[in-house]
């Protein structure tokens, strides 16, 4: 609906192992961002992208890495899995100061 | 530094009572951006409201309304008649602009939990 698309939707893995994430939109927001959320910290952000291989830090950036190759992918990847990082993992897209439309999410376990 | 404050964890009402959620912001802009997501149980997101901080008019939306005061940076939600449906987790956002790179980003409160009980 918002177009955005984010993969896988569920994922298990062991600690230690990359994990990389994938948000795709067909919108052409110059905005994405990577957002993870666990109980009782709400939204939290994790890196963003402002175009084409322009990226910031956001709150909860350490341990993760992204990548934006193309207007319309917006990678996250875990170089190696901790179990801190199971959580929900939530991608959005905006223009500047708009809201946000939300992927539906990637549920992560890693045990 | 910039911050919401959603100091309600947790709110349960019987249908049809009104209830008002409270957000409480922060920020050293002049120009911002507040805004509402609901989050149902089902897990998606979905945007309620923006109001920029040149607007201090009240909205109303149906059962929704919005009351913004900038002389108490508050922002709060109100919900009259509540309905079964109503009961999600409301989260108030801020929109703000890097200092390092001029770019913006959003910063999220903890979130309330609504629990509307037929």
């Known amino acids: 609906d918002a177009g955005i698309t984010q993969s896988p939707r569920h994922k298990v893995t062991e600690t230690g192992t990359p994990v990389t994430l994938r948000c795709h939109q067909t919108?052409?927001?110059?905005?994405m961002y990577w957002y993870r959320q666990d109980p009782g910290h709400g939204l939290r952000l994790i890196h963003y992208s402002y175009g084409v291989k322009d990226t910031d830090k956001g709150e909860v950036s350490d341990g993760y890495s992204v990548s934006r190759s193309k207007t319309e992918d917006f990678l996250l990847t875990l170089e190696s899995a901790t179990s801190s990082q199971t959580s929900v993992y939530f991608c959005?897209?905006?223009?500047?100061?708009?809201?946000?439309?939300f992927g539906d999410g990637t549920r992560l376990s890693i045990l | 530094a910039q911050k919401v404050t959603q100091a309600q964890t947790e709110i349960s009402v019987v249908e049809k009572e009104d209830v008002t959620l409270d957000c409480v912001y922060e920020t050293r802009d002049t120009t911002y951006y507040l805004f509402w997501y609901k989050q149902p149980p089902s897990g998606e997101l979905v945007f309620l409201i923006r109001r920029n901080s040149f607007d201090e008019q009240n909205e109303i939306s149906g059962r929704y309304s919005w009351n913004f005061q900038k002389s108490t940076s508050s922002f709060n939600f109100t919900i009259t008649a509540s309905q079964v449906v109503d009961s999600a987790v409301y989260f108030c956002?801020?929109?703000?602009?890097?200092?390092?790179?001029?770019?913006?980003?959003?910063?999220f409160g903890t979130g309330t939990r609504l629990k509307v009980l037929a």
């Open positions: 919108e052409n927001h110059r905005y």
């Open positions: 956002a801020l929109s703000e602009a890097s200092r390092t790179s001029g770019t913006y980003k959003y910063i």
């Open positions: 959005a897209i905006s223009p500047v100061n708009q809201p946000q439309h």
